[in-house]
T-cell receptor
């Protein structure tokens, strides 16, 4: 199976612009999560989407938003970019749950894409 | 809130030797999952090993094994027969079931020297 893919891999924007990042999960995975990685704050959870619905959200301002399509592909958007938004944005997908197994390690494991490096000037 | 602490910002080891990376976490949950991820210079986060808190047996994956001490809330990673390709940042992570909000430690930069 192909892994999680993210596009674009690199992006340069200026303050005040907006940006849209894309993530395609592993085939069959329906849950997609986004993380921001910076040297100062480390890895921080942005939000999770499942079946086109946001299920969980981290502590980020409303300028950060996302959506998921019926094919499980997800996009995240950052509006009114600030210098502090410069980061590596990672997307991760998780296998579908087996209704017969309430929770298990393999079902709870997230697999990451290569990331999109965003530089805001 | 769950927090994950990695107290070793940097470590180095000679090729073929063994190294242990430390991780502690804080939670009031009884059921959860712990992970070690590796992030080489390419920046791709790669799963190294996973431990379910309800399992007493320590997880192993080839040269990688963990020492999971639930009462002490400790989750260390042992890398045996270190290889040059093991050079990377290693992140310890915590996650509650049915919740994708994974909490990461600050990372340990491991360098394997020839």
């Amino acid at each position: 199976k192909a892994g999680v893919t993210q596009t674009p891999r690199y992006l340069i924007k200026t303050r005040g612009q907006q940006v849209t990042l894309s993530c395609s999960p592993i085939s069959g995975h329906r849950s997609v999560s986004w993380y921001q990685q910076t040297p100062g704050q480390g890895l921080q959870f942005l939000f999770e989407y499942f079946s086109e619905t946001q299920r969980n959200k981290g502590n980020f301002p409303g300028r950060f938003s996302g959506r998921q399509f019926s094919n499980s592909r997800s996009e995240m958007n950052v509006s009114t970019l600030e210098l502090g938004d410069s980061a590596l944005y990672l997307c991760a997908s998780r296998p579908p749950r087996d209704p017969a197994v309430p929770t298990s390690g393999p079902q709870e494991t997230q697999y990451f894409g290569p990331g999109t490096r965003l530089l805001v000037l | 809130a769950q927090t994950v602490t990695q107290s070793q910002p940097e470590m180095s080891v000679q090729e073929a030797e063994t190294v242990t990376l430390s991780c502690t976490y804080d939670t009031s949950e009884n059921n959860y999952y712990l992970f070690w991820y590796k992030q080489p210079p390419s920046r791709q986060m790669i799963l190294v090993i996973r431990q379910e808190a309800y399992k007493q047996q320590n997880a192993t994956e080839n040269r990688f094994s963990v020492n999971f001490q639930k009462a002490a809330k400790s989750f260390s990673l042992k890398i045996s027969d270190s290889q040059l390709g093991d050079t990377a940042m290693y992140f310890c992570a915590f996650m509650k079931p049915n919740n994708n909000d994974m909490r990461f430690g600050a990372g340990t930069r491991l360098t394997v020297k020839p």
